[in-house]
């Protein structure tokens, strides 16, 4: 699986968006150091700051966006040529994740890469199954859902009608949640 994805990224110097970056210490800090052109969105200002000064400690240019994946309106159409899902898409629901999928699809541009990194199936922990909804995948805190668990072909069902041609996946078989990766293009 690999081999195909790792032939699939584009050029150093090529832009890269990462979805629910954090503090930007994961595949955005390692892709900078690669020399990609680094941007990272999460809806915490608190980790957008964090991300700045980490990035800023180490001398390392980032560019680093406060706001909602669901809407992007200040990158412009076909700005990214990889965009990659730091674990993001499991954290919306409904709607949303449609939005999300749409957007991704709007600033990729035209054969560019998206990876998504997604907590999938059902929680395995006898107490977060007590508050997950199999018909839904959602998992719910105080009765309201917040994380959307489905299995790993579910995923990659939503990915073709949003415009994305899946070329490989993988899970991750964990004791308290499996982790889906899936590669595909615009």
Known sequence: MWLEAVQLLPPLLARMLELGCGNGMSSSYLMAKRGFEIHGIDI??????????????????????????RSMPFFSNCFFDLVFDGSCLHCLIGEGRDRCLREVRRILRPR????????????????????????????????????????????????????????????????????????CTH
């Not at 915490?44 to 994946?69: C, L, M, P, T, Y």
């Not at 719910?140 to 070329?167: C, M, N, Q, W």
Request: aromatic residues 10%; charged residues 25%; negative net charge.
């Open 44 to 69: 915490s200002h608190v980790a957008i700051d964090w991300a700045r000064e980490r990035f800023a400690q180490e001398n390392i240019i980032g560019n680093f966006h406060h706001g909602d994946v």
């Open 112 to 183: 560019g890469v998206f990876v998504v990194s997604s907590m999938c199936g059902a929680p395995k922990s006898e107490d977060a199954l007590r508050h997950f909804d199999p018909a839904t995948g959602h998992l719910r805190k105080d009765g309201k859902p917040y994380r959307t668990l489905k299995a790993k072909e579910s995923i990659e069902a939503e990915l073709s009608p949003a415009g994305f041609r899946l070329v490989c996946s993988s899970l991750n078989v964990n004791p308290w949640w499996d982790h889906a990766t899936i590669v």
